[in-house]
């Protein structure tokens, strides 16, 4: 299955949005706004900001600020993978088939990019165009997704934690739930705020988040395995290499893949009262099940 068809449309809104957020490439500084453009241009598939503006859809024709919301989100997983491929983390040279941003613009550079594009994260949310009290429930929701607490900082640091060690069930279950479910469930969750959905569909779309952020983990794990550099863009074989804590290394390939349909099935449920209007997160949770990057 290649990328639903919507998806190209949504990924251009996407870009030009992204493209009006970040400052120029000259605008003094101009070597951090260099940083930050290399990375958020280097290719990514902006699955986040494509869920957030497809959750507000079902709510709402209105979706700009969806769009802006949506690239708030893409910061953030940037910042994440511009600091993960650092040495002190996964120490890597290759990402979205390119030089990693360390690689190119110096270590010290890649750690400022990284801050800078979290920090522009919540400016951008903070004027984004939705009324207040939904905007600060979507900061609020972005901020933990990207925290602590079972998020994505607090999963990164048991995936760092945990390498070489053996793990169970459980603390893998919190590594991938925290270091990538939560940031896809928020954008999800931040979609069906922007939209301005009712609070019982917000849980629900939260639920359905979930799941398919989980999944995504579980199938990047098996990617990690099954393809190659050139397909993924950046080095493949590195979790065994790194004795990661994976689905595949603890599993095998297909439980793990079974248990993605598992939660991909867990998710359709979440929007059967949705009808058509749910059309296309099904076809975005399939493809996120699929996908071979
Ligand atoms: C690939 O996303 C990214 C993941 C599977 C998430 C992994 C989680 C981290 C790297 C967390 C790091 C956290 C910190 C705090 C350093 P993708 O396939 O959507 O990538 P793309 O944007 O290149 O398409
Ligand atoms: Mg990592």
């Excluded at 990207?146 to 934690?161: L, S």
Aim: with cysteine; aromatic share 6%.
């Amino acid at each position: 299955m290649s990328q639903p068809d919507f998806f190209s449309a949504d990924q251009a809104v996407i870009e030009a949005t992204l493209e009006k957020l970040l400052p120029a490439e000259s605008t003094p500084p101009a070597t951090i706004h260099q940083a930050m453009r290399y990375s958020v241009f280097a290719g990514g598939k902006r699955i986040r900001p494509v869920l957030c503006y497809e959750s507000a859809r079902i709510f709402s024709q209105q979706l700009d600020a969806a769009a802006t919301v949506g690239c708030a989100l893409e910061f953030i997983h940037t910042y994440s993978l511009i600091h993960d491929d650092l040495p002190a983390l996964d120490n890597d040279d290759l990402r979205r088939g390119k030089p990693t941003c360390h690689k190119k613009f110096g270590v010290a550079m890649a750690i400022l990019a990284g801050d800078a594009l979290l920090t522009l994260s919540f400016e951008t949310l903070a004027n984004a165009n939705v009324p207040p009290d939904r905007r600060v429930r979507i900061i609020a929701e972005i901020g933990r997704a990207a925290g602590t607490v079972n998020g994505m900082v607090g999963g990164q640091v048991a995936d760092v934690q945990a390498e070489g060690k053996p793990v169970d069930a459980a603390a893998l279950e919190y590594i991938h739930r925290s270091k990538t479910a939560a940031l896809i469930r928020a954008s999800v969750v931040a979609g069906a705020l922007a939209g301005g959905a009712p609070d019982q569909d917000v849980a629900r779309l939260g639920r359905f988040g979930e799941a398919i952020g989980w999944a995504f983990q579980v199938v990047d794990d098996l990617l990690d395995v099954e393809e190659s550099s050139a397909a993924l863009g950046k080095t493949a074989g590195k979790d065994q290499a790194q004795k990661k804590a994976t689905y595949p290394a603890l599993f095998g390939i297909e439980k793990s893949r079974a248990f993605a349909q598992e939660l991909a099935a867990r998710a359709h449920r979440e929007l059967d009262c949705y009808g058509d209007r749910a059309a296309h997160l099904r076809q975005l949770a399939d493809y996120l099940v699929v996908r071979r990057a």
